[in-house]
Structures are given as structure tokens and as C-alpha cells.
């Protein structure tokens, strides 16, 4: 994965709500789906990434659990179960689960201590395209700067900036716009669900 040394910065799940924490703000946890398919993208984005790689795409995983329906339902776009990622043929969508052949899958999930702010930056971010620039960049090991309001996105990225959002950085000595899928999957933040 290119050598990088990456540290993560997480937030711990709490045993119980801080009291210095406000009300409007609640902890949750935030889920993603890591996945490859067999197209040609897929294959360039493992290959780079290095050897044995995996996964070639991120997704957030939209949650089915009542409690945090209010906090992400605000907007209908994002409902239960469904993926919101961004990708080459679209940019940043709203998708139905099982929308691609993927061949392989991961779940996972983060523990963030605001999912409200989370799910409005992700909400925000739906329409958006795909960084193509920045998948040429990958290609070549270029850096580009990462801004939380980029007018375009790559996938893991965007789960990274959705998890910053919430409050939860998850690698603290990378540049995001610089990582592949797999290298964000390295952040001991993530938990296989």
C-alpha cells in the first residue's frame, strides 16, 4: 500500500453520553460497504493500490436502525439500507443495494460522536461528480489538496470526509484524497460489522 505510515484518530464509543455533549448532538455508528467488480476500473484502482488488494470501491451504507432514522431521513433521498458513494458513471448517487456485480464484500463501521452532522455533509454531497482528475492522480501518486466542500469526489474519500464530518478522523497522517479503498480500510476506527 505504497509504504505509508497512517494513525488513526478515533472516537471511542462512549459506555454513556458525556454530559458536556448537547442534546441536538448523539453518537452513532456509520457503515460502509468496501467492494470490487470485474470491470476494467476496478482492476486498474486494485492494481495500483498494490499487491493482493481486494477492494476497489467504498459506499456508506444507509442504516435500517429506528434510532438514527431521524437524524438521517431528513432527507428522503437517503433511505434505509440504500448505498451512497461516489462512482466513475454517476458521481456521488444514491443507490439501491446490489446495484453492481460485485464480486467481493466487506461491511464495516465507525463510531462517530455526531451522526446527525454526518448524515447532512453526506446529504449535501448527493448530485456531485466523480473526481476523475483525481483517479489520474491516484494512478500517478499524485498529491491534491483535500477541502471537506470539494466540488467533486472519489469514493473513500467521501466516506472519509462523511466520518470527519460526524467527527471521527479516520487515518491522522494521510492526505484522503491520496488513499485508495483499501488503504482507508487500514484505519483501526473501522470494525467489521
Not at 50 to 57: A, E, T
Not at 90 to 105: L, N
Request: aromatic residues 12%; proline residues 7%.
Amino acid at each position: 500500500m505504497k509504504g505509508r505510515t497512517m494513525t488513526p484518530v478515533c472516537q471511542k464509543r462512549p459506555s454513556r453520553k458525556p454530559k458536556s455533549q448537547p442534546k441536538s448532538q448523539s453518537g452513532g455508528y456509520l457503515y460502509l460497504l468496501a467492494s470490487t467488480e470485474g470491470g476494467a476500473l476496478s482492476s486498474l484502482i486494485r492494481y495500483f493500490s498494490g499487491p493482493n488488494v481486494k477492494v476497489s470501491h467504498i459506499d456508506a451504507v444507509m442504516p435500517t436502525d429506528k434510532r438514527f432514522i431521524s437524524a438521517a431521513w431528513r432527507d428522503r433521498r437517503l433511505r434505509p439500507g440504500a448505498l451512497v458513494g461516489a462512482r466513475f458513471s454517476g458521481g456521488v448517487q444514491v443507490r439501491e443495494p446490489g446495484y453492481g456485480k460485485f464480486t467481493y464484500t466487506r461491511r464495516m463501521r465507525v463510531w462517530v460522536p455526531d451522526v446527525s452532522a454526518a448524515y447532512r455533509f453526506l446529504a449535501a454531497q448527493i448530485g456531485k461528480p466523480y473526481a476523475k482528475r483525481a483517479i489520474v492522480n491516484f494512478f500517478l501518486h499524485r498529491s491534491r489538496p483535500f477541502e471537506m466542500e470539494q466540488p467533486e469526489w472519489f469514493c473513500d474519500e467521501l466516506f472519509y470526509a462523511f466520518a470527519l464530518a460526524g467527527g471521527t478522523q479516520l487515518l491522522h497522517d494521510a492526505n484522503p484524497s491520496c488513499l485508495s479503498p483499501a488503504e482507508l480500510l487500514l484505519s483501526d476506527c473501522l470494525e467489521d460489522v
